[in-house]
């Protein structure tokens, strides 16, 4: 069974930027999760998505935002690109909500310059 | 809030024994361990649950007191492969969804 997928897995945006990141989760998994991990903060959960729409979130800002579409594939992105925003945003997929396992993605490195 | 993990690193020799803890000041309904290496997704090793049940690979054991709200994470016989950064990630909802994690443990096993 493939594991869950993100691309890109580098990005480079200066400042002011936009940008999107994408995850495919594990075959037949319904609930995506993205995080944002930085060596000071570590993990820090961003959203929950499950059936399009969004379950829990985090304590970001609005620039941050995301969507879920029919094949459970989810896109996040983020506005107006600060240099804070440089992280590894990682995405976790598990089967249903409840008590289940989250996989997660390889992440994509995001640099903002 | 944040679970807090001790110790933030720790360097054994392979075939020793290892524990990791991970405390909340909020009432937990799960927690969850991963462990990560360089460059690497984080990898599941456990999830507990109140109530008792666990779920992981049969070669890790942990434990979770609801009424402490700590969780620890006991490696074994510790082999090279077991190194790298280890996450406790607590629950207070039903689920694993919008998990917190703690800060991690560096885990160094020479040989």
């Known amino acids: 069974k493939a594991g869950v997928t993100q691309t890109p897995r580098y990005l480079i945006k200066t400042r002011g930027q936009q940008v999107t990141l994408s995850c495919s989760p594990i075959?037949?998994?319904?609930?995506v999760s993205w995080y944002q991990q930085t060596p000071g903060q570590g993990l820090q959960f961003l959203f929950e998505?499950?059936?399009?729409?969004?379950?829990n979130k985090g304590n970001f800002p609005g620039r941050f935002s995301g969507r879920q579409f029919s094949n459970s594939r989810s896109e996040m992105n983020v506005s107006t690109l600060e240099l804070g925003d440089s992280a590894l945003y990682l995405c976790?997929?598990?089967?249903?909500?409840?008590?289940?396992?989250?996989?997660f993605g390889p992440g994509t490195r995001l640099t903002v310059l | 809030q944040q679970p807090v993990q001790s110790p933030q690193a720790v360097i054994l020799r392979e075939g020793e024994d290892a524990v990791i803890n991970c405390s909340s000041s909020?009432?937990?309904?799960?927690v969850h361990w991963y462990r990560q290496k360089h460059g690497e997704a984080p990898v599941f090793l456990m999830i507990?649950?109140?109530?008792?049940e666990q779920k992981g690979h049969e070669k890790i054991s942990a434990s979770f007191n609801e009424k402490k709200q700590q969780s620890s994470l006991y490696l074994t016989a510790s082999q090279l492969s077991y190194s790298g950064t280890y996450f406790c990630?607590?629950?207070?909802?039903?689920?694993?969804?919008?998990?917190?994690f703690g800060k991690g443990t560096h885990l160094i096993i020479q040989p």
């Open positions: 976790a997929s598990c089967r249903d909500r409840g008590t289940d396992t989250q996989y």
């Open positions: 075959s037949g998994h319904r609930s």
């Open positions: 998505y499950f059936s399009e729409t969004q379950r």
């Open positions: 909020k009432a937990l309904y799960s």
């Open positions: 507990l649950l109140k109530g008792g």
């Open positions: 990630g607590t629950g207070s909802g039903g689920g694993a969804d919008g998990l917190t």
